[in-house]
C-alpha cells in the first residue's frame, strides 16, 4: 500500500512565522503535490515536484515556497504566515510515468494562523 | 486549460436510493477524468477513472462514471446508497500534464 504521511495533522501558528509542512512518501514516486483545500472552493495546486530539486508553481504560489533535498520528502514553506492562510493543506504523490497515474495523498495538516 | 464544475454542493440521499453526482468540465485537449472521495478527518482516496477506451468506468465501493464528450460531463453514481457512502466528492481533469484541476466539491449525506 502507498503511505503518504504529513507530519502534524493539526498545527497552529502566529501570524508573522514561519511554518514548515512536511510530507513524506513510501513508494518511490517521482511527483509530489502540495494543494490547499478550502470550503467550497475545492483543491487547489500550490506548487508541484517532478523529481528531486525540481519544482513548479502551481495555481496559487503566492506566499509559499518549497524544498525537494531528497526523493521522499517535500516540505510546503510559510515564509511569513497570514491569516488567509489558515486552510487544509494536502500532500499528494504520483509514480509520474504518465498523466494519467493515480495521486495517492496524505492525511491532510490544518493549519490555523492567529 | 481545464477546469470542473460540479453541480449542487449537498446532496442527501435515503440508505438505498440512487446516488447520483454531477461532473461537467471543460478541456482544451481530450480530457483525463477522475472521481475522489474524502471520508472525514481523512485525505482523498481515487474512486475511479476514465483514461482512454470504454466511456462506462467502474470503480471502488460500487460507484460507476460515464464519460460523455458530447455532454462535456462525466457524472458519478451508485444504484444503492449506504450509510458509509456519506463523505465529500470530488471530480477532476487533467490534461497533457501531471496537475490535477478540481472541482468544489459535493457533500453526501445519507439518511437512514
Known amino acids: 500500500d502507498v503511505k503518504v504521511t504529513q507530519s502534524s495533522r493539526y498545527l497552529v501558528k502566529r501570524t508573522g512565522e514561519k511554518v514548515f509542512l512536511e510530507c513524506v512518501q513510501d513508494m518511490d514516486h517521482e511527483n509530489m503535490f502540495w494543494y490547499r483545500q478550502d470550503p467550497g472552493l475545492g483543491l487547489r495546486l500550490i506548487y508541484f515536484?517532478?523529481?528531486?530539486?525540481?519544482?513548479e508553481k502551481g495555481d496559487i504560489p503566492e506566499g509559499y515556497s518549497v524544498s525537494r533535498e531528497k526523493k521522499e520528502r517535500f516540505s510546503l514553506i510559510l515564509e511569513s504566515a497570514s491569516t488567509n492562510q489558515t486552510s487544509m493543506y494536502l500532500c499528494a504523490s504520483s509514480s509520474g510515468t504518465r498523466t494519467t497515474d493515480t495521486q495517492y495523498f496524505g492525511p491532510g495538516t490544518r493549519l490555523t494562523v492567529l | 486549460a481545464q477546469s470542473v464544475t460540479q453541480l449542487g454542493s449537498h446532496v442527501s440521499v435515503s440508505e438505498g436510493a440512487l446516488v447520483l453526482l454531477r461532473c461537467n468540465y471543460s478541456s482544451s485537449v481530450p480530457p483525463y477524468l477522475f472521481w475522489y472521495v474524502q471520508y472525514p478527518n481523512q485525505g482523498l482516496q481515487l474512486l475511479l477513472k476514465?483514461?482512454?477506451?470504454?466511456?462506462l468506468v467502474k470503480g471502488i465501493n460500487g460507484f460507476e462514471a460515464e464519460f460523455k464528450k458530447s455532454e462535456t460531463s462525466f457524472h458519478l453514481t451508485k444504484p444503492s446508497a449506504h450509510m458509509s457512502d456519506a463523505a465529500e466528492y470530488f471530480c477532476a481533469v487533467s490534461a497533457n500534464d501531471y496537475k490535477l484541476s478540481f472541482g468544489a466539491g459535493t457533500t453526501v449525506t445519507v439518511r437512514a
Open positions: 515536484s517532478y523529481d528531486v530539486k525540481m519544482k
Open positions: 476514465y483514461t482512454t477506451g470504454a466511456t
